[in-house]
């Protein structure tokens, strides 16, 4: 994420609403979290709705990908928070 994407979140601009988390190739991405422009950013802001990857380490990826392969299954998105300097995102596999 970009200083000013962080700077939308501590200002709670951010909305987990219809997103979802996919495993590619190996990696986590969300897809659909509406993070709102910062208000002084400027040329600074991103896309509020792009694709961000997701720093997970390869046991927790492995976990994720054996809950995903249960018959009917996602990840969804259910609380951002921060951590010390980090921000954390927390998911659930939902049955669709």
Same mark, same amino acid.
């Given at each position: 994420m970009t200083g000013t994407e962080i700077k939308s979140i501590r200002n709670g601009k951010v909305n987990l609403k219809d997103s979802y988390a996919v495993i590619k190739n190996g990696e986590a991405f969300v897809y659909g979290i509406h993070i709102s422009p910062y208000e002084q950013g400027n040329i600074q802001n991103k896309d509020p709705l792009?694709?961000? =990857? #997701?720093? *997970?380490?390869?046991?927790?990826?492995?976990?994720l990908i054996g809950m995903v392969q249960q018959k009917g299954y996602s990840l969804v998105p259910i609380s951002l928070y921060f951590k010390?300097?980090?921000? =954390? #995102?927390? *998911?659930?596999h939902w049955k669709r």
């Open positions: 792009r694709t961000r =990857k #997701l720093l *997970l380490n390869r046991r927790e990826i492995n976990r010390k300097n980090y921000i =954390k #995102l927390e *998911l659930r």
